[in-house]
């Protein structure tokens, strides 16, 4: 893996995320059947659930028209075109798993808008505690490889240690 370029590393990751999050909905939906099953207890604090996303994260800017789907999508593709654009210049391995993460999360809940409607979220996790907008919270397998993907951009630009020729 040392000779995978910081593209090659994007690519896979963003094709490894977008599978498992396509492949663990179509078991979701049509095998498992969590909408007749809805909803599981996992833990005290998550549940199996089936929720349709009809916006972006906590269903913001939500809307059943479809010339509105098809503005997200469209400005959901600007943002992948930008994340690949960064892809292409990233200069070290972290950079590449990180944006291919956020990539193939992006375009796994893009397909969903595309073929459903809206994204399909099982995740459901929650608690009693005031603990913010985390108190209730639906998410999926691409929302996790986003939030992954993200953490690991914010890690490398705060916290990942710097080459000697780039410290002032």
Excluded: C
């Excluded at 498992?32 to 599981?40: E, G, K, N, Q």
């Excluded at 798993?97 to 193939?104: E, H, K, N, P, T």
């Excluded at 995740?123 to 209730?136: E, I, S």
């Amino acid at each position: 893996m040392r000779h995978l370029s910081p593209r090659a590393i994007g690519v896979a990751a963003a094709l490894a995320a977008l599978t498992l999050d396509q492949a663990h909905k179509y078991w979701m939906l049509n095998v498992y059947d969590v909408a007749a099953r809805s909803p599981v207890t996992l833990a005290p604090f998550l549940d199996l659930v089936l929720s349709w996303n009809y916006g972006i994260s906590y269903s913001l800017f939500a809307t059943h028209e479809r010339w509105a789907r098809y503005v997200m999508l469209a400005i959901q593709a600007a943002i992948v075109i930008g994340l690949v654009t960064w892809l292409r210049s990233a200069e070290n391995r972290l950079s590449g798993l990180a944006l291919g993460l956020v990539i193939g999360g992006a375009l796994g809940n893009m397909i969903d808008r595309l073929a459903r409607g809206a994204v399909a979220d099982f995740f459901y996790l929650h608690t009693t505690l005031p603990v913010g907008p985390l108190a209730n919270y639906v998410f999926n397998a691409a929302d996790i490889a986003i939030t992954a993907g993200v953490a690991l951009l914010l890690y490398e630009s705060l916290a990942a240690p710097r080459p000697l020729s780039n410290r002032q």
